[in-house]
């Protein structure tokens, strides 16, 4: 059964410091990985995806990378501010069920001004 | 495009009542899904669908009903709510199976009483 692990739960840093969110899966028999960004109360914003074929994305300032085959995955925010405080949840795409993903318990970032 | 739309935010329930969470997208996308969010237990999929008139059980379906008519909308119905299914209740969407991104719709906050 796959199994996302999130690493760290929490993460607390100041205004303006480039940071690393890492992401860990158990089966490399994935689709795809997904980074999302959830605010308190809100639904998920997708923020980027790889495909089992691509080592990175990029989007801004963000980038996220893939080792397939260790089963890992980083999404690094590069000069954070206050408003990329929120929740971060890594999902891969099983290839049981169809199309579902599963997710990390998640990252609760804070950026402090 | 208004993305994935969901009804209501909110809602509460009394034990043993039913009813029926919306979800439309106006993305033209094959396939949809239901999540339900747990704290402690991460998103888990309920229903998903690859397409109109095709439906399949996720990891927690029981209590919970899908139909799937249209392209665009994806119902979820509870036929006798339970205090376990109160969570919130998010329906996602992709272009096809597979190896699309995801889009999540805002989510509805379920209470059952």
């Known amino acids: 059964k796959q199994e996302v692990t999130q690493i760290p739960a929490a993460l607390s840093v100041p205004e303006g410091e480039n940071l690393v969110l890492n992401c860990s899966f158990t089966d490399s028999a994935i689709y795809n990985l997904q980074w999302f960004r959830q605010d308190p109360g809100k639904g998920l914003t997708s923020l980027l995806l790889i495909q089992s074929s691509q080592r990175e994305q990029t989007s801004g300032r963000l980038n996220a990378s893939l080792d397939k085959s260790s089963g890992r995955s980083t999404l690094y925010i590069a000069a954070s501010q206050p408003g990329d405080s929120a929740t971060y949840l890594c999902a891969v795409t099983d290839m049981e069920y169809g199309n579902k993903l599963v997710f990390g318990a998640g990252t609760i970032l804070r950026v402090k001004s | 495009n208004a993305g994935v739309t969901q009804t209501p935010k909110f809602q509460v329930l009394k034990t043993g009542q039913s009813m029926t969470l919306q979800c439309a997208q106006d993305?033209?996308?094959?396939?949809m899904s239901w999540y339900r969010q747990d704290p402690g237990m991460g998103l888990r999929l309920i229903h998903y669908?690859?397409?109109?008139?095709?439906?399949d059980q996720g990891e927690v379906p029981n209590g919970y009903n899908v139909s799937r008519s249209t392209t665009e909308d994806f119902p979820l119905r509870l036929l006798s709510a339970a205090p376990s299914q109160t969570s919130v209740y998010f329906c996602?969407?992709?272009?096809?199976?597979?190896?699309?991104?995801?889009?999540f719709g805002p989510g509805t906050r379920l209470t059952v009483t």
């Open positions: 993305m033209n996308h094959e396939y």
């Open positions: 669908s690859v397409g109109a008139g095709i439906t």
């Open positions: 996602a969407s992709s272009y096809r199976q597979w190896d699309y991104e995801q889009y």
